[in-house]
């Protein structure tokens, strides 16, 4: 059976970028159709149509976050997912203004990189990071909520539930409903807010 999803790599360290290829290659689900270490050199590559591109960052390279956009032009439905060494909110914080998708550190391991990337694939629901996610949950959540009056009151609490990283699944054991009861209720949420994907409603949020 063929690879379901078609992932790109851009990564300068050469050695990183290796083992996360052959890491990712692994996966019956994932195949790599793209791998290279500049921004630059990927966008000849955009016309094999990778459903997921990995951009990774060190500290030096602050201008792979302003590649976001460009990249995303080229390839609007692509999902893509920044990848930095060290936990940066500065940083964090732009890649989601500038459209990324989610937003992984190097340190994590690599069974745990592409379990989260397939599950993105799956679902569209934004990966980030347990440290990430606990920083934009607790430090970065705005003063003001993100819901607007028009949500009923089980529609808010699902959005928080979604907010919080938790799968429709679990969010209707949890809410004691059916799972096409939350797709339905998150139908209509998607419909107020203006928004098509779990993604754009983690922009809504952390942003």
């Not at 990183?16 to 290829?21: D, G, K, N, P």
């Not at 347990?130 to 920083?135: S, V």
């Not at 959005?159 to 409903?177: F, M, Q, R, S, W």
């Amino acid at each position: 059976m063929s690879p379901r999803f078609k992932v790109g790599v851009i990564e300068e360290d050469t050695n990183y970028r290796h083992e996360l290829v052959l890491n990712i290659s692994r996966h019956t689900d994932l195949s790599v159709c793209l791998h290279t270490a500049t921004t630059a050199a990927a966008q000849s590559f955009m016309q094999q149509q990778p459903h997921l591109l990995l951009l990774g960052m060190s500290a030096t390279s602050q201008q792979r976050v302003e590649d976001i956009q460009l990249l995303k032009s080229l390839q609007p439905a692509m999902l893509l997912v920044v990848m930095t060494p060290d936990e940066d909110p500065h940083v964090i914080q732009k890649a989601f203004d500038k459209g990324a998708d989610g937003y992984l550190l190097k340190t994590d391991l690599f069974h745990n990189i592409t379990r989260k990337l397939v599950h993105m694939l799956e679902y569209d629901q934004p990966v980030v990071s347990q440290q990430l996610f606990r920083y934009m949950l607790y430090r970065n959540k705005p003063e003001k909520s993100v819901h607007p009056t028009n949500l009923t009151k089980k529609e808010k609490e699902i959005t928080d539930l979604v907010l919080e990283g938790l799968p429709y699944k679990t969010i209707a054991a949890n809410l004691h409903l059916s799972l096409n009861t939350i797709q339905y209720h998150m139908k209509n949420i998607f419909f107020k807010l203006g928004i098509k994907t779990k993604a754009e409603l983690f922009r809504m949020f952390y942003q």
